[in-house]
């Protein structure tokens, strides 16, 4: 097995949300890392991930939203100050792949599937290894205790349920 590492500057976190049932958020946390072991990357059926997101590093453009956001009405950063992926399972060949996996929000683990794509892999002009991958999944946020939420006077509800979360890394070879 060999060990890999997280290239941040060519790597984002993202997630989406419906706004007022009619837009939608999008954000980021600036502040994540990961740990991935493979036998093979061109096989990620060997592989194994493990991400860990910064929750006090969220950014979605709006100091009053990211701070709601950091507060007990939603994340709790105080008490739980990181969000974590660990890859329990991949299926899949060629550029495409189910990464199953725990993800744990505010003490809570669930399972939860990426859809992950592999892009391939090059040399950076410094010489070293670089691959390059995009996955999606959604989750229902009421399922990991974010539930906070306003009654719109129209109808519908101010924050949906449904989260996309989007990941586009690169990782290299472990210095």
């Not at 590492?5 to 958020?25: G, N, Y």
């Not at 725990?102 to 683990?109: A, E, F, Y």
């Amino acid at each position: 097995m060999a060990n890999f590492t997280l290239d941040t500057a060519h790597s984002s976190i993202q997630f989406e949300v419906k706004h007022m049932m009619v837009s939608k958020v999008k954000g980021q946390f600036d502040s994540y890392k990961a740990d991935v072991t493979a036998e093979n990357l061109e096989d990620l059926t060997t592989a194994t991930f493990h991400f860990s997101f910064d929750v006090a590093s969220i950014n979605t453009k709006n100091d009053d939203r990211d701070n709601h956001l950091r507060s007990a009405d939603f994340f709790d950063v105080e008490q739980y100050p990181t969000i974590t992926f660990k890859s329990t399972s991949i299926t899949g060949s060629g550029s495409d792949y189910a990464v199953t996996g725990d993800l744990t929000i505010k003490d809570v683990t669930k399972p939860v599937t990426f859809e992950l794509e592999y892009n391939g892999h090059g040399k950076n002009p410094w010489g070293v290894e670089v691959y390059g991958f995009e996955g999606e999944t959604k989750i229902n946020r009421e399922d990991f205790g974010l539930t906070w939420n306003q009654a719109l006077e129209t109808g519908g509800v101010l924050v949906g349920k449904d989260i996309k979360i989007k990941l586009e890394f690169e990782i290299n070879p472990a210095t």
